[in-house]
């Protein structure tokens, strides 16, 4: 194997006792070109079989540069969810505010008082859930970590609403 490794250093190219020359030892790999298209093609959401289909490439290949694309991407990946830190951060606080407003606050008096207080932060919380789902996509429902706080008071109240609506029996 030196030998011929030698050889092709030496002269450029390796004669065989056939009389065939080779350039470089090993199996060939694909062409850089295809090797372009499937990135490419990938970034754009196709699966590795319909890439191996359209590109005439080996279902190893494809899954090979599938793998590397995704290695790279791993760190862009972090620096998402670094992004999401601040709003889950917003979210947690609203949703706290929201279930600790009755603890800290007297109840109202009126009924008109009572929903703006038990729905409101509730409102916001879910503004904010809608906005980091639309600007943070997939990672968007991990601002779902507040939601038993931020929801807690307006599922409470709607449930003893529909009791008194359909028992009359409030107290």
């Known amino acids: 194997m030196d030998r ?44 590795i079989r319909k890439i191996r289909r359209e590109l005439d490439l080996g279902t190893g290949t494809v899954a090979n540069l599938k793998n590397e694309m995704s290695a790279v991407g791993a760190y862009t990946s ?33 009924a008109l008082a009572l929903h703006a207080r038990m729905f409101g932060p509730a409102l916001i919380w879910v503004i904010i859930f809608l906005i980091g789902l639309f600007v943070h996509g997939k ?5 779902l970590v507040g939601a038993p706080l931020a929801l807690f008071w307006p599922a409470a109240i709607g449930w003893l609403y529909l009791v008194c609506n359909l028992t009359y029996d409030c107290l």
């Open 4 to 47: 011929v490794n030698n050889e092709i250093e030496r002269k450029g190219y390796y004669a065989t006792k056939k009389g065939t020359t080779i350039k470089e030892l090993g199996r060939p790999g694909a062409e850089p070109t295809k090797l372009e298209q499937a990135r490419e093609l990938r970034k754009q959401g196709w699966g």
């Open 78 to 110: 972090m620096r998402a969810i670094f992004r999401l830190i601040p709003m889950i951060i917003l979210s947690l606080a609203v949703a706290i505010a929201a279930f600790m407003q009755s603890k800290c606050f007297a109840w109202p008096s009126s």
């Open 139 to 143: 990672r968007g429902p991990w601002l």
